[in-house]
């Protein structure tokens, strides 16, 4: 599905220092996989999700999703695959503060030509599944940052694509809350037959995936035995619903 092929990029710290981001990675992402991009902040996963998705261009590699190189896609095509094929949960979330919880989560569907109507009876499950959907008619602005985030996430998934990238999708939960959406996430990988990557920081994340790779000076690496020590098991069942509140 998708591959990275010997991908850099590179940047001019404030300080005028290059520094590599990301450094001559390959990866593939497979159906079915939930794969967490382990390391500490600052250590290129968001940028290598943004590349992964195609809102950056590499400075060398090849960045291709079913054999087809994403820089050389149109504009046109290249903001098409993004609405359709891919689903990016950013770490600000952006959301629209005055809009409520549904009509958020219905943005994405609502671009690709869906009603209103139709878009929000599409994410209704999907904020009812997070936990949420008591809370679908209040405005994001008065939702915690925990039901923010869970917001995004259906946005995310609302359109049905064949790939999710996340960024740090639980750093605003509690471990209990984060367990929950990871083993949500799993679930849809496997129930969907789609590929999802996350990015964290969070050992607990990080054991949850079904792979884990490490980000280290721009390189991947496998995650090294006890890296994730403090983290608990992964969830063996998606809990149903999530809670109301957090």
Known sequence: MLELRGVSKHYTAPDGDRVRAVDGVSLTLRDHELLALYGPSGSGKTTLLLLAAGLTRPDAGTVCFDGHDLARLSRRDAARHRLTTVGFVFQTLRLVPGLTAIDNAALKLMAAGATRREARREVAPLLERLGIGGRADQPAAELSVGERQRVAIARALSNGPRLVLADEPTGS?????????????????????????????????????????????????????????????????????LGERG
């Not at 037959?193 to 994340?205: C, E, N, Q, W």
């Open 173 to 241: 939960l509690d471990s209990r809350r984060a367990s929950e959406v990871l083993a949500l996430l799993a679930a849809i990988a496997a129930e969907r037959s789609i590929a999802i990557a996350i990015v964290t920081h969070d050992p607990a994340a990080a054991a949850s995936a079904t792979r884990a790779l490490r980000l280290h000076d721009g390189h991947l690496e496998p995650l090294a035995a006890g890296a994730a020590a403090e983290a608990v098991e992964p969830p063996a069942v998606v809990p149903a619903p």
